[in-house]
């Protein structure tokens, strides 16, 4: 827990920018008995609230720099997209009160602290936090405006319109998969209906060649060499035998794909829990990258 007192509001000017006018400077509180400041080799962390590697990662390796004091931080990243954090005492209900005064068409956030809200904006846009008894802003003042931003929205999904182009190719791709997946269904079938009757006992093996020479048994029944041997000649037909063999292949290549949709899984689960982020392409990514800079400050405090 911080030990701080504050003084002011911590988002006083901000009700002006909000509808696009000059950006404010949002003002510090002082803070009292500050805990010692973390350590990069010899060089103390710039933010209290943010070590430069989270930063690094909340940047999605994009170029970014990291300054700060007791109780505020900033980075930019990319050279567009500015994040300033602002953490102070909700011992007066700072939270609720800035929260309905200044931001009274935010919208409520799930899983950010105990409580936060999102408010969208034009020159800025705000999530503010509260977790135990602190209040936490993350502001978000992009280089160029958004002349979509807008109070009430809820915060963009991750990707923007980078990730539509994704989505658009990834849905070009599923309907080739598709296509390609109801050819093999076909081919799979007929091999299917071919092993049924050269193979009516499901064992793997041509009724009609027990010994799997290749040849037509001697003591095979006429329904066993005539499902085997379509030509006649004595020997089990080519696409019979390969069709028995890609049935009785079939059970394990099924799990094998299996093993592997489970393995691509869990490695996204991997990433999911290390919280990898991508590169911000836009300003609707920025916005969406507000959850995660939130997040890792309220997991600080």
Avoid at 36 to 53: H, I, N, T, W, Y
Avoid at 240 to 254: E, H, K
């Amino acid at each position: 827990m911080i030990a701080r007192t504050a003084t002011g509001t911590l988002l006083a000017a901000l009700t002006g920018a909000l509808t696009g006018c000059a950006v404010p400077v949002i003002q510090a509180a002082p803070v009292t008995a500050p805990q010692a400041a973390a350590q990069v080799g010899d060089r103390p962390e710039p933010c209290r609230f943010l070590s430069q590697a989270t930063v690094a990662d909340l940047a999605g390796d994009q170029r970014t720099q990291i300054v700060g004091s007791a109780n505020t931080c900033s980075f930019t990243i990319g050279g567009q997209f500015t994040y300033q954090i602002n953490v102070q005492p909700d011992d007066t209900g700072r939270f609720e009160s800035e929260r309905d005064r200044l931001f009274k068409d935010s919208v409520p956030v799930d899983g950010v602290g105990d409580e936060a809200f999102f408010r969208d904006g034009t020159s800025i846009t705000v999530l503010g936090g509260r977790k135990a008894d602190s209040y936490f802003a993350v502001t978000l003042v992009p280089a160029v405006s958004d002349p979509a931003g807008a109070g009430g929205a809820a915060p963009p999904v991750a990707g923007g319109r980078n990730n539509q182009n994704q989505n658009n190719n990834q849905n070009q791709n599923n309907q080739a998969q598709n296509q390609n997946n109801q050819a093999q269904n076909q081919v799979d079938q007929a091999q299917a209906a071919l092993a049924d009757a050269a193979d009516a006992d499901g064992d793997g093996v041509v009724d009609a060649d027990q010994d799997g020479d290749g040849q037509i048994d001697a003591a095979a029944d006429d329904d066993a060499i005539a499902a085997a041997d379509t030509d006649g000649d004595g020997a089990v037909d080519d696409d019979i035998a390969a069709a028995v063999q890609a049935v009785a292949d079939g059970a394990g290549a099924g799990a094998g794909a299996n093993n592997g949709a489970g393995a691509n899984n869990g490695a996204a689960a991997a990433d999911d829990a290390r919280g990898v982020v991508g590169p911000i392409g836009d300003i609707v990514d920025a916005k969406a990258r507000l959850i995660d800079v939130a997040r890792a400050v309220a997991d600080s405090i």
